[in-house]
């Protein structure tokens, strides 16, 4: 039996990151205040003292140019991982990670790759308001080219950075800034590699999938908590992979479970959930018993009052209230 | 304020007064608000200004209330320093519903549409543009307006930067463009971000005048924007000022600091813009203690009723939540 | 009765322009090249010669430099019209577009707005590969704050503009670059204010109902013709807006035909089929006689050569095959 | 190609004579494309560089079979010169499976691994960052490789633009940056959208040594390439060049030419740089006309042949439309 022990998902993030450039010196950290400052969300502490400045390099406010560089230092043989703070700011390098790192190997027949890894925050919950809590994996999930993923537990978190590291295609990993600080169980030693393509079934259950990820996940598996209470059995399913998405763990739950509802912190539309929500209807047309549900964020700039955030974004209660529609209850 | 057409500071007993109020208003209300965020009344991200006092004061002397003011999200200072009350601001840090933005967009967000005062702006560089076509705006009507457009020193390595000096300077748009430097970009050194450090090249290389100042001196930098915004207002295009200051703080209040030497932060306190003005103010018999004593209580005061008015404020309804994504009325705007 | 004339779909983006210019002073159209190379597209020709260089304005290769300039123009009273050349160069400008234009309105709790007008190209059928060819109105689509309209006639190129205008917020409007080409009516005067907000039934059926908008309303329609021939008969609804979207005329169709095919060029995983199929899928639950069905473009960036990029993008043959399986023949 | 490290153009005979072929292969082979747009065999836009040979064949000179390439839509000179075959290049303009990007890319998005030639990017200013990164990578594993990135100075606008130099100035990157300065961003002249049309300051400012040369004369670009290319290899930092020059067609191929007069085509085309490089060689004796015409016969056929190829290559099955969108060897890359 593997001994297990309990981080924070911030250090899981660091550990995976000093790992992953102890192994091979062709990784490297790059983005603003990696370093000296020890990254926005104290990711990266201590790792320029470790590793040096070279390799958790500190960059000037250039979003577009870092992660161009990063795309071309993949380019040139260097396994970068360029870490953008918050996805908000992802919007000035939307050019090069479209536009290049995702089009690069199809449009050069193949003879280019950008084993490039993007790290970047999103997500609400800390009162940063409309410019720093915004979650837009949906658009990078639409992009052909681009693999996304987003761990929700400690342990994803620990292990999806070196499967990452191992694709010889540009990955972006989402971490949800509401998540650094919550601790989980990761084990002490090896068996870290996780399969980015396959979504997880956090909880089994008959009557209804609840099929969420990022920082949505704990909301679903509180809901789901207190709707067994009620003798309603939840499937909860973490889907970590947001492009692509694992349709047959989405499907055979929902098979069984003849319900969806799903939880996103993305505005409802045109989000990830209507994708999601897309892909049941189509391909369990006739199995379903009830419309799939969306649980998302309300279609406004995240606001920066406490009450309002809450209310914007998807909590328990509006989880159980969906539920409770499929069921008719 | 005084009109500021001929340029020049005049610096009475009075003025003088003012400006030391003025910078002892932000440096107390931030203080306060530093407070205020330990008891968790403010949340969020929290930039302090303190240190940096003499830019806003100084460079607001040479502005006239027809001019637009575009800030930072380090920007309680440029809003008091505009005028703005301290209630509405310290609401606004509270995130109620008399807030000056009604709560909703909390310290980094602050405007005021009254006092032309356009954010409050969290995306480092991105008020550089909305500077631009402000001043767009004002030339193509005809209008004798300056647009002032604050920004840190770190926002000089972003693209927008530099697309706006050269809009700006291609058009010869009337924008007065004021880079606080504090020396630092989060945890970054200048000398670590910038092959070149001079800021102010970087703006010269568009062949826009750019001055440098000392950013710890209100009477200075009040000159200097004096003499900016005249040129600015003659129709003589942008100017730029790069203003040499320091943030006494943590960059907000998450930060560490691991990447500054404490004693480094005491050499530039000695050179605080309030200890120094106030030290003249003396020095010169300008002023007197009771002067810079009754500053303080009156300070004080308006902080105290901000700190009033703002815990006693209502809160936005839930029900309100998507109000103002959109103009209620569409097709009705003037 | 109103004399009727027949014009491209680029003359009526021009008279619209000229039109607009001519109304009301504060408009001004830039961008760049729409001076004196007369527009990409060439949609602008002529107008710096009417209305001079300071209302059609040259600007440098500045995305985000002139679209925020735009966004400042419209605070400070003006009515911009910025041309982006084509949507993926957009992504230059997003920071300005998503942060700031689509946010000042909420942030500052009501007292900002920006009645500004964005004008791009989009789509593919041009040869013009992987960094010209896409469609992510999808994208825009999803961001509160913004009004996005794709006319995909000549008669709502020539009146949509005309609306925007009018509009206190943001709004971007698609123009497919494969319709400028394309002739059709408009009448002769007066008449032009176009409801930007409802979709139109370009064609009444029974069967299936075909929804779609800009550059595949041709395809649908050919298809639709086709369809009747072999005695289905195909409703046609263009979209004309995207954000929002008209719920009531896509419900009302999919209540009367109880089949929906959805065409759209973006690419299928989360584009803006997805969000139209959920809703179907969501409020016509117990009406739908068949799952939903999606012709998009592949997922794969716009190959250049013409039958590669025929294939990976939404064709008439598609939409019928389409077609026939919601009929399950 | 000779070793390129002396950072001196030896201009024997043979040189010559190879930089005048390889001007007029390109010159060849793009009045060919012109006229197979014609046909319609190419689509799309297609981007001639005519006129501007003198750059991609000048600086390719200073380049070893190990630096790497970054370039632009306007890129089958700098493919050519670099030494990819005709008949890759053309099949590409073909959009056929034999094509230099197997038809993907057409004639903007040229590619070639084995020459590490790194595009082909439609987007104005999209290479600079890449380029940065390839000598970024070059640096951190302690090779001595160059990277030269071509652009126009249209790109010099933009945000990328700038962002990369100060990347490469601050890390002191192996890059040589090679602005075509041809007047012209489509139909928007230099002084219509620089505020300081000084494309060199631009990079000057960043405390990047820059030049200016003349673009239209092939030695002279030659030279200012061996020079640059000599100190970056040696791990001076990066070099800048801006190289004067002309296109004397249209911006593509759907271009009106509404924005400059005639008669400045003509001026240019009158200090062509192979019609100029001609008339040197015969002036001063080093080619005879036999052997301007030997080249000539040479370049048609190698055109010819690339046609032939082309011509006869096949398309890509549309069963493979989804290939290479991502590898199918996910997790084995080396
Ligand atoms: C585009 C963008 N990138 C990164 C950030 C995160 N960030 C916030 S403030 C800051 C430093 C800005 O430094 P400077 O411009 O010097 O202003 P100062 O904070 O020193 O006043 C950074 C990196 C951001 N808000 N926006
Ligand atoms: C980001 C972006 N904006 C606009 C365009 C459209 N465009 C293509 S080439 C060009 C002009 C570029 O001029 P320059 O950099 O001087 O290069 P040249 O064409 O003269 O070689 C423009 C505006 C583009 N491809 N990419
Ligand atoms: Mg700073
Ligand atoms: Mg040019």
């Not at chain 1, 971490?175 to 396959?198: M, T």
């Not at chain 1, 369990?284 to 419309?291: C, G, I, K, T």
């Not at chain 2, 109620?96 to 032309?116: E, L, N, P, Q, V």
Request: glycine share 8%; net charge negative; aromatic share 6%.
């Amino acid at each position: 039996m593997t001994a297990m022990r309990t981080i924070t998902y911030r250090e899981a993030v660091r550990e995976a990151l000093r790992e992953a450039m102890a192994r091979d010196e062709r990784v490297f950290l790059m983005g603003e205040d990696v370093g000296r400052y020890g990254g926005a969300y104290a990711c990266s502490k201590g790792l320029i003292e470790e590793f040096g400045e070279e390799r958790v390099r500190d960059t000037p406010l250039s979003e577009a140019g870092f992660t161009g560089a990063g795309i071309g230092a993949a380019l040139g043989g260097m396994r970068p991982i360029v870490e953008i703070m918050t996805v908000n700011f992802s919007l000035l390098a939307l050019d090069q990670i479209v536009n290049t790192a995702a089009t690069l190997r199809h449009m050069s027949g193949g003879q280019m790759s950008v084993p490039l890894v993007i790290r970047m925050a999103t997500g609400a919950g800390r009162q940063l308001a409309a410019q720093h809590s915004h979650s837009l994996e949906c658009w990078f999930a639409h992009v052909p080219g681009l693999r996304v993923v987003s761990p929700a537990t400690v342990a994803d978190a620990r292990g999806m950075l070196w499967t990452a590291l191992e694709d010889p295609d540009p990955v972006v990993i989402f971490e949800h800034a509401a998540l650094y600080n919550d601790e989980g169980e990761v084990s002490a030693e090896g068996d870290l590699a996780r399969d980015l393509d396959r979504a997880a079934v956090r909880r089994s259950g008959e009557d209804v999938s609840i099929i969420t990820y990022s920082g949505s996940l704990k909301k679903a598996l509180t809901a789901a908590d207190t709707l067994s209470a009620e003798g309603i059995d939840s499937e909860v399913i973490d889907l970590r992979s947001i492009r692509p998405l694992d349709n047959e763990t989405i499907l055979t739950s929902v098979a069984k479970t003849k319900r969806a509802v799903i939880v996103d912190e993305g505005w409802r539309t045109g989000g990830l959930s209507a994708e999601i929500a897309a892909r049941i209807s189509e391909l369990r047309f006739y199995d379903l018993d009830a419309p799939v549900e969306r649980v998302c964020s309300v279609e406004v700039p995240i606001p920066y009052p406490r009450h309002l955030e809450t209310a914007a974004t998807p909590q328990p209660d509006g989880i159980m209230t969906a539920v409770h529609r499929t069921l008719r209850r | 304020m005084s009109r500021a057409e001929d340029g020049r500071v005049h610096l009475t007993r009075e003025h003088a007064l003012e400006l030391l109020r003025r910078m002892m208003l932000i440096r107390s209300f931030e203080e306060k608000c530093a407070e205020l965020y330990t008891q968790e009344k403010i949340r969020g991200f929290l930039h302090l200004y303190i240190g940096e006092e003499a830019n806003a004061v100084g460079v607001m002397q040479a502005l006239e209330p027809e001019d637009a003011i575009v800030a930072t999200y380090r920007e309680h200072g440029h809003a008091l320093a505009r005028g703005i009350s301290a209630s509405a601001v310290m609401a606004e840090m509270y995130g109620k519903a008399s807030g000056s933005s009604r709560g909703r967009g909390g310290s980094m967000h602050i405007y005021d549409a009254g006092h032309r005062f356009y954010g409050g702006n969290a995306i480092v560089g991105g008020g550089l543009p909305l500077a631009v076509g402000l001043a767009l705006a004002d030339k193509m009507q005809g209008l004798t307006r300056v647009t002032c457009c604050f920004f840190g020193e770190g926002a000089a390595a972003e693209g927008e930067f530099h697309e706006s000096m050269n809009l700006a300077a291609l058009w010869k748009l009337p924008v007065l463009f004021v880079c606080e430097n504090n020396g630092y970009a989060m945890g970054t050194a200048l000398s670590r971000s910038e092959s070149n450090p001079d800021i102010a090249a970087h703006a010269a290389v568009f062949g826009m005048p750019a001055d440098v100042v000392d950013g710890m001196n209100v009477v200075d930098v009040e000159a200097a924007a004096r003499r900016a915004a005249k040129a600015v207002r003659a129709g003589e295009g942008p100017r730029f000022i790069e203003s040499k200051t320091y943030r006494f703080r943590a960059h907000s209040m998450f930060d560490a600091e691991l990447y500054r030497d404490k004693s480094e932060v005491e050499e530039w306190k000695k050179r605080g813009p309030v200890i120094r003005f106030t030290k003249w103010l003396l020095d010169t018999g300008t002023a007197h203690e009771s002067d810079i004593e009754a500053i303080e209580r009156e300070v004080e005061t308006i902080v105290g009723d901000a700190v009033t008015f703002a815990e006693a404020a209502p809160w936005e309804p839930v029900d309100d939540l998507t109000r103002d994504v959109m103009s209620p009325a569409k097709g009705a705007v003037r």
